[in-house]
Structure formats: structure tokens, C-alpha cells
């Protein structure tokens, strides 16, 4: 009865009895050929919106399903792709829309949706999207910049590279940018 524990002993003396655990790293999100915004905005290239974006047609309160022209879902945001755009809305609150390959039309348009979905169309004054619009390409952008102060404009800029502004519409607004085929009538 006077034998020591054996396990007790190698516990009070700092041995362990299984092996360390190797630590796991979260494995990188990038993608070649898919730039982050940051890189986009140390090389100062332009982001260009794509026109299919532009008057679909599609209730913010619905599924990115219900878009008229499918095809455009798969189409990329902007070009060139990015990893993670920002989203704003008129009043200021932003989405983040993401995908690792580059994000999609439908990509922003299931982030915009996932705010959107709870409320009803009489809560919403101007529930149809009419399109995004990079800050950049807009004409007084750098006139407002300038009236930013000093030490933080350079910040500010960085900022709105990677940001959309989401335009929004009283009334569906469609466009015929797809290559949708013209109904024939019936002849009598």
C-alpha cells in the first residue's frame, strides 16, 4: 500500500502522457488571379461595374432567384474580380459581399437580400435595385476627397476603392442588355 502512484508522479512532475497537439493554420483564402481591394488600390486600377448590374428588374426583398435574366447571376461584379467588395446602401449601411474566386452579381445581390429579407415591400419606399456605382469613376469624387481632411483622406480613399454605393428604384426598371430572343406574334 505504500507504492506511489506512478501517473500522479509524472503529473506532479510536469510529464505529459500524450503527445503535444500540432497547431492547425486556417487555410489562405486567395486565390491566384483574384486580387484583394487593397492590391486594387496600391496599383490604382480601375473597377468597372458590370452593365448587367444595371436595371434588372429585381426586389431587393427577394431571392437573387427571381432575377428575369439567370445568365447574369454568374457574371462578375466588377471587373477585374476582387475576393470582398463593400456595399453601401443610400442611407449608409453597408454589406459585405465575398467569394474567393471573385465576387458575382448574385454573390451581392444574396448579401444585399440576407438584410433585406424580413421586411415587407410596404417597409421598403424604394425596394427595386437600379445598380451599383464605384465612388471613383464618379466625376465630383475627387472634389469631395478634397474636402476630406488631410490626415484622413488617404484612408478615406482606400475605403471607397472597395466600396459599391447600391442605387435603388420606386419602380422595376429593366434593361435588354442580355441576348434575350424577340416573341414572335401569332398570325390570325
Same mark, same amino acid.
Given at each position: 500500500m505504500t507504492e506511489p502512484l506512478s501517473k500522479v508522479d509524472s503529473a506532479v512532475q510536469g510529464l505529459s502522457s500524450s503527445p503535444p497537439k500540432?497547431?492547425?493554420?486556417r487555410k489562405s483564402s486567395s486565390v491566384p488571379g483574384v486580387?484583394? *481591394?487593397?492590391?486594387?488600390?496600391?496599383?490604382k486600377t480601375?473597377?468597372?461595374v458590370a452593365v448587367e448590374t444595371?436595371?434588372?428588374?429585381?426586389? #431587393?426583398?427577394?431571392s437573387s432567384?427571381? *432575377?428575369?435574366d439567370k445568365d447574369i447571376l454568374t457574371k462578375p461584379? #466588377?471587373? %477585374?474580380? *476582387?475576393?470582398v467588395i463593400d456595399l453601401q446602401f443610400p442611407l449608409g449601411t453597408t454589406v459585405t459581399a465575398r467569394n474567393k474566386f471573385g465576387v458575382t452579381i448574385k454573390d451581392a445581390m444574396d448579401a444585399i437580400y440576407k438584410t433585406q429579407k424580413k421586411k415587407a415591400d410596404d417597409e421598403l419606399p424604394? %425596394?427595386?435595385?437600379?445598380?451599383f456605382e464605384w465612388p471613383p469613376a464618379h466625376p465630383s469624387w475627387e472634389d469631395e476627397m478634397s474636402k476630406v481632411k488631410e490626415d484622413e483622406r488617404e484612408h478615406t480613399r482606400e475605403k471607397q476603392w472597395g466600396t459599391l454605393? #447600391?442605387?435603388l428604384s420606386s419602380v422595376p426598371e429593366t434593361s435588354s442588355v442580355g441576348g434575350g430572343k424577340k416573341k414572335k406574334k401569332n398570325a390570325e
Open positions: 500540432e497547431k492547425s493554420h486580387p484583394s *481591394v487593397k492590391e486594387m488600390y496600391t496599383t480601375t473597377l468597372k444595371q436595371k434588372t428588374g429585381w426586389k #431587393i426583398n427577394t432567384t427571381h *432575377v428575369d461584379l #466588377i471587373n %477585374p474580380p *476582387v475576393r424604394e %425596394p427595386y435595385l437600379k445598380g454605393l #447600391i442605387h
